[in-house]
């Protein structure tokens, strides 16, 4: 069993940065890839990135694009979500997940262990 945390959370103004963190215990998460995806009020949960399991290969929305950086430290079993010029729409609860093999997979049921979120709102 997998439990992630996900921290990093919070209210930032538009063109902001945060970057959020999901720290993984129980077991490692170095064989997995990782996914971050997030849910707005009134609206379906959505892939936003992905990592593979070492770190090498990483896929983003296309909203998102340019913008965020996934990043991960398998000694730390963490991995990051560098969201930089945030804008008003990238509100939302996000969640990290551990997809159940090593190559990023986009459909969140390929995913089988998922934290319980934190809130990023960005204020225009």
């Known amino acids: 069993q997998v439990q992630l945390v996900e921290s990093g959370g919070g209210l930032v103004q538009a063109g902001g940065s945060l970057r959020l963190s999901c720290a993984a215990s129980?077991?490692?998460?170095?064989?997995?890839?990782m996914g971050w995806f997030r849910q707005a009020p009134g609206k379906e949960r959505e892939f936003v990135g992905g990592i593979n399991w070492n770190g090498q290969q990483s896929y983003y929305a296309d909203s998102v694009k340019g913008r965020f950086t996934i990043s991960r430290d398998n000694a730390k079993n963490t991995v990051y979500l560098q969201m930089n010029s945030l804008k008003p729409e990238d509100t939302a609860v996000y969640y990290c997940?551990?997809?159940?093999?090593?190559?990023?997979?986009?459909?969140?049921?390929?995913?089988?262990?998922w934290g319980q979120g934190t809130q990023v709102t960005v204020s225009s």
């Open positions: 129980g077991r490692t998460l170095s064989s997995r890839a």
């Open positions: 997940a551990a997809d159940r093999g090593i190559g990023v997979g986009i459909p969140s049921s390929v995913y089988v262990y």
